[in-house]
Structure formats: structure tokens, C-alpha cells
């Protein structure tokens, strides 16, 4: 590669990474591409970045469609700018594979805080590979926290492993559930019941929301707990309105101040994750490199094959690249 | 390690893989296991029983909570043992953390046929690692393949990121929706659409389900088809009685004539991540071997601590293995 280019790319993400750490939307929106795309710069970014990042608290909100969190999101988001804190919300929405883009829906309704260069609102979509969803959350939500924000919402549907996950390795999680839609059915199945900091039942203005109440403090009855640990507050909101957003706001800082060898706990085991996960990343990239071209697809046509079984293959091929250095 | 050790151990898992072989279901369970575990023992097995493999068709279920596919699963599973075709079927359901295993649910429904020595059932928890859920399914399958099944049903929530791959990684994917419980939006955000190779209108005695057919229709003109390529049909059940279950699993052996290719490429991509993963496994598991005790544990550290920004450390760590040897 022209050495030229090369520093000229490095000046680019330094320059770039300066306009992130000073809360520009445009820089803020171009890094979060460079990431999403998993290209060198983006790497390059997040590594320039990384000394400044830290600072911001990350806020799961999850439940099951249409429990209104997207409502909610936009509500605390307005409660959390009264306090003049600066806020970022990663929406992670489902994609669609061939359309390539994330499905347009209720983020039009977060237009209201388009002029507020307070907030700055991304949707990410669930494209590509396995684990790749928590990843890009977790880088994101860095570029946020270096941008300056204060607080990071991380809304995810509160349905499928890779969401669940994201949600529970966030700061504080906050399950959202609404009456009468069995949401609480489709929370405990989809364990989300457990990771809970704090519950919201929103839209408490409908039939059954008592009910719902009813059936979280049942579910949690199960729950083993220590004296003096947290016990997940149960949360009425009607996020429509607003009523109920701000004791949200205030329960949330009042799990925060309580609670910090959770939250560091939880931030060790998001920095271990990540660090494994890069680990596989690149230790599979040098390894196609150090191969033969072509060699990991002829070793996937002999697996095809059943003329090698994927075990032996996989310690072969580790085999191979160790020695050869 | 005692060597008589390890030669039982490797006889043990012989004997396993031969009775696995038989069909014998308390072995199956076993091994299923041994997997699911994460043993050594279980690796062993998969690998005596992968030249067994490849005969199995697997079938992906898949929708949003509520369309009824445990109840279309066991029709379906009634409907295939009728050609004297052996199933089974791994039910994916998330799990609870504090649980530590499977919410019970409507598994029970499948109850009729625990006298059937054709049929096994396996509900699968979500627990564990980022990905690990498609790992385990693909495993399971595995064994069920090697022990003579002519199809695995694989019933997934069609919601999240990891539970789509899963379906969409099946032979055949199935998405199911019922009317008028907004599954088709919750389907489109779910990018479920786009994966189905068959659709299924379950519940189709219910009002609705010609609109909920329409809106299916509706999302597919979007959809860019070639000439001569399959178009998804859209076939309307009512899984409570049967009705138009013989007409799904007709379907369905239509589409496995008409799209070998298809199915010979979604094998191979299943090769391909399962190959990649155990790659990335395998090195983490010699990294962590390689690295004075702890070593893994003190980066987190000083991640943590910002000391040094994880992208560095994942570099210094991969130059260190590989200069080790």
C-alpha cells in the first residue's frame, strides 16, 4: 500500500475520532457506517476512541413488540434532556435481507428530537452474522459514549437470544410489558422475565394492567433473593401521555447509585465478551490469510463431502497455521 | 491423564455412537446431552457420528409466538409418520437463566407421541453463549440425522436475530402466521418474510385470514423473482383439526424436488459457519492453554481500566500465541 495513503487514511480517522469526541451528529453517524460496515477505519475509530469512553451509562429497554417502547424511548429520552443530559438511542430493529435496510416504522415518531443536538438516534439493523448484532451494539454504543452522551438507550425487541443478550449486558435493563396482549406469556418464554433491573408496565391506562402487575410479582415470587439485594420495582407508565416516565427516570437512578458492583460487573463481562469475540475475529482473518486461497472453502466442500468430519478439519487446520509460523 | 481413562472414555463414546445409531432414544437424549454441555465426550460423538450424517431433511418452523406451530409440529409430525417416516423434532425455546432449564409449555401438546418410538422430542434452552444456539441446533440435528430420522422439525420463534438464522439455515423454512394478532407486521419487522419458502396461514377458520393471505401476497410483489424460480406458496391450515396439513407436507416435498440446488448451497453454508465457529472456538480454547493462567482475565482488566483499548490487546495476545510456537 502507498505509505502515502496510509497516513493519509490514519490523519482521516483522526480527524474523524475529533469530531466524534466533539458530539458532531454528521461525524457521529459517518463512524457508526465505517463501523457497521466492519471496515479497517472503522477498527482504527474505535480504537482511537476507546480511551475516551466510559463515561456514558448504557439503558437496555426490552419487551415484546408492541408494548410501546419506542414510545417510552422517546419519553425518557425528553425526561433525561430536562436534566440537560445529552442521550443517544441505538434502536435495534430487525432488517429485512432484501431490502438491505432497516423496515421504516415508529422511528418516525422520535422526529420531535431531530432538532435537539442533544439526542442523537440511530437504528441498526440485525444483517449478518451470528453474534455480529451484540457486536455492533457494544461498538455503537462506544462512539456514543466518546461522542459525549450522557446516557445510552439500547432498545431491543425483547425476543430472540442475540436481544436478550444485548439488553441484560447493559447497565441497567428495563423489561417493558403492556396489558392484555399476553405479553407476559411471550416474556417468560422468552426468559426475559429474569433480567430484569426494573419492570414497566406501560399503557396502564387499559383493562388488565393490574392483572399484569399481578402476574410479575407472581413470576418473581420464584426469584431467589439475598437480603438487602435489589427487588425489581414494578413500574406503571403511560408513555402516550408521559405519566409514570419520570419515577422511571428517577428508579433507573436510584438502581444506578445502588447498585455499582453490578453495573461494573456487567461492564468487565461486555469487555469480555468483546475481547473473545475479536480474538475469533482475527484469529480467523490471519488464518485465511496464512492459507493456501481457496483452501477454507475446499476443506468446506471436504466437510460437504463427509470425506473429513468438521472436528478433525477445524484441529487440522489450527495445526497448520501454528506451525507455520 | 490415565490412559485406561481415556481409552474407556473413547469406548464409552463408541458404544454411545452405535446405539445412537440404533435409533435407541434414551442414548439419543444422551449424547443430546453430552452436546449441549459442551463436553469433550459430546465432540467425540459427533465426530464418530458425522460420516452418519447427511440424510436427514431438516425442516425450519418458524413464526411469531402465538401462530400455533407447536400444534402444526405435531400434525406435521402425525402427517410424516403416516408415510412410516421417521421424525424428530427440536423445539428451540428460550429458556430462563435462573431456571437453568426449558420453560415448560406447550411441549405437553406433543405428548401423544412419547408411545411412538419414531418420534423424538428435544426442547432446546436458548442459555449460554451469543451464537451457541445455533451451534446446539445444528449439533442436535446432527444426532438425530445419524440416528436414522428422515426429518428434523426445527420449531423456532421466529423473532430475533440468531432464531431466524436457524430457520433459514433449515432445508425447507416454513414461516407460520395466524390472522389477526398483527403477525404480519410483527413478521416484516422480524424480517421473516423474506426467508420463507413456504408460507402457512395457521388458525385459517378464524376471521381475518384472507386479509392476513393478501398482506402476505402483498409483501411478496415486493419481492424480486426470477423466472422459473419457486414462488412461495401460501397454504391455509387450521392446525387444531389437520385440516391442510397433508397439503403443507406435499408442499413441502415439492419444493425439496424443485430447489436440490438450494438446499445442496444452505448445507454447505451450514458447513461453512459450523466450521468457522469451531475454528474460533478451538483457538480461543489453545489461546486461553497457551497464556500463563490468568493472563485473560488480567487484559479484561485492564481493558476495563482503559489501560489499554481491546482491539490492541486482541492483536498483542494473537502475537503472542502464534510466536510461541
Known amino acids: 500500500m ?8 490514519e490523519s482521516r480517522s483522526t ?41 456514558a451509562r448504557l439503558i ?11 414510545t417510552l424511548v422517546d419519553r425518557l429520552t425528553r425526561e433525561i434532556r430536562n436534566e440537560n443530559k445529552r442521550v443517544g438511542v441505538l434502536a435495534v430493529d430487525p432488517t429485512s435481507p432484501f431490502s438491505g435496510g432497516a423496515v ?44 459525549g452522551v450522557d446516557v445510552v438507550l439500547i432498545e431491543t425487541v425483547g425476543v430472540g437470544q442475540g436481544e436478550v443478550d444485548i439488553a441484560k449486558s447493559a447497565d441497567v435493563c428495563v423489561v417493558v410489558l403492556a396489558p392484555g396482549s399476553g405479553d407476559e406469556v411471550q416474556a417468560l418464554k422468552a426468559g426475559i422475565m429474569e433480567i430484569a433491573d426494573l419492570f ?14 399481578q402476574a410479575i410479582m407472581a413470576s418473581q415470587s420464584l426469584r431467589p433473593a439475598e437480603p438487602g439485594e435489589w ?30 458492583s453490578s453495573s461494573t460487573e456487567r461492564r468487565r463481562t461486555r469487555h469480555q465478551h468483546r475481547l473473545r469475540e475479536l480474538l475469533a475475529h482475527r484469529f480467523l482473518t490471519s488464518l485465511e490469510q496464512a492459507l493456501p486461497a481457496g483452501e477454507l472453502d475446499k476443506t468446506v466442500d471436504r466437510i460437504a463431502a463427509r470425506e473429513v468430519d468438521p472436528y478433525s478439519a477445524a484441529d487440522a487446520l489450527i495445526a497448520r497455521a501454528f506451525s507455520r509460523r
Open 60 to 70: 437496555g429497554i426490552t419487551g415484546p413488540p408492541g408494548a410501546g417502547k419506542s
Open 104 to 147: 421504516l416504522g415508529d422511528r418516525v415518531r422520535m422526529g420531535r428530537h431531530f432538532a435537539d443536538s442533544g439526542v442523537f438516534i440511530r437504528s441498526m439493523a440485525t444483517r449478518g452474522q451470528l453474534g455480529g448484532l451484540a457486536r455492533a451494539t457494544t461498538d455503537l454504543a462506544q462512539i456514543l459514549d466518546a461522542s
Open 2 to 9: 502507498d505509505p502515502r495513503s496510509t497516513a493519509d487514511a
Open 231 to 260: 427487588q425489581p420495582p414494578i413500574l406503571k407508565t403511560v408513555a402516550t401521555t408521559g405519566d409514570g416516565v419520570a419515577a422511571l427516570w428517577a428508579s433507573i437512578g436510584r438502581f444506578l447509585a445502588q447498585s455499582p
Open 200 to 213: 414497566v408496565v406501560n399503557q396502564s391506562d387499559r383493562d388488565g394492567a393490574d392483572h399484569l402487575v
Open 15 to 55: 480527524h474523524l475520532a475529533e469530531r466524534v469526541r466533539d458530539g458532531d451528529p454528521r461525524a457521529i453517524a459517518r463512524a457508526m457506517s465505517l463501523v457497521e460496515d466492519d471496515t479497517a477505519a472503522g477498527v482504527e475509530l474505535l480504537r482511537a476512541l476507546f480511551a475516551h469512553t466510559g463515561r
